[in-house]
T-cell receptor, first 114, second 112 residues
Framework: DTAVSQTPKYLVTQMGNDKSIKCEQNLGHDTMYWYKQDSKKFLKIMFSYNNKELIINETVPNRFSPKSPDKAHLNLHINSLELGDSAVYFC?????????????FGPGTRLTVL | SQQGEEDPQALSIQEGENATMNCSYKTSINNLQWYRQNSGRGLVHLILIRSNEREKLSGRLRVTLDTSKKSSSLLITASRAADTASYFCATANTGTASKLTFGTGTRLQVTL
């Protein structure tokens, strides 16, 4: 009965590789998000999709590409990984596109780039 | 730039005591939310207070909002060891629909 799930939970990879993180929500929400949490616990939004449409695209290198095959899934693909990409990536969802209400977070994916 | 600044950065109290965390922000908001993050876990929503509200209660939690000072506080009464976590405020800013801007967080340690 997991609400927002992410895979994998841990990802260790070499610099220059390409990797993907998957996110699924079974809450029936219309909006999904990707956040990055750095080593100082600072949480910053990266992208948001509403019903498969990109609505927020923060200043993120274009090596990061989100993809939403349907409104229940939002995946994050990262090309040419760099050391600075090491962080915890969180997926979240919320019911509405408008004024932001409660967001429901996944457990996070800890990415380590060596 | 980062929206919310929280203080203290870290707080250590004994079980049964109250814990107060503060959050300041810079722009107009639609609402302000508080989240808890246990170590190694995702964030969990605690409480939401809208810009036209001044106080919100939920169990042992009390949130206040002062829009004139652009600040909010979270009070946890009768704390328990299980309250040990990081607490974040997040603002839904006017004009930036669908986006939350998170504060720096307060690390709360509750000891027995």
């Amino acid at each position: 009965d997991t609400a927002v799930s992410q895979t994998p939970k841990y990802l260790v990879t070499q610099m220059g590789n390409d990797k993907s993180i998957k996110c699924e929500q079974n809450l029936g929400h219309d909006t999904m998000y990707w956040y990055k949490q750095d080593s100082k616990k600072f949480l910053k939004i990266m992208f948001s999709y509403n019903n498969k449409e990109l609505i927020i695209n923060e200043t993120v290198p274009n090596r990061f590409s989100p993809k939403s095959p349907d409104k229940a899934h939002l995946n994050l693909h990262i090309n040419s990984l760099e050391l600075g990409d090491s962080a915890v990536y969180f997926c979240a969802s919320s019911p509405y596109r408008g004024v932001t209400d409660t967001q429901y977070f996944g457990p996070g994916t800890r990415l380590t780039v060596l | 730039s980062q929206q919310g600044e929280e203080d203290p950065q870290a707080l250590s109290i004994q079980e049964g005591e109250n814990a107060t965390m503060n959050c300041s922000y810079k722009t107009s908001i639609n609402n302000l939310q508080w989240y808890r993050q246990n170590s190694g876990r995702g964030l969990v929503h605690l409480i939401l207070i809208r810009s036209n509200e001044r106080e919100k209660l939920s169990g042992r939690l009390r949130v206040t909002l002062d829009t004139s000072k652009k600040s909010s506080s979270l009070l946890i009464t009768a704390s328990r060891a299980a309250d040990t976590a990081s607490y974040f405020c997040a603002t839904a800013n006017t004009g930036t629909a669908s986006k939350l801007t998170f504060g720096t967080g307060t690390r709360l340690q509750v000891t027995l």
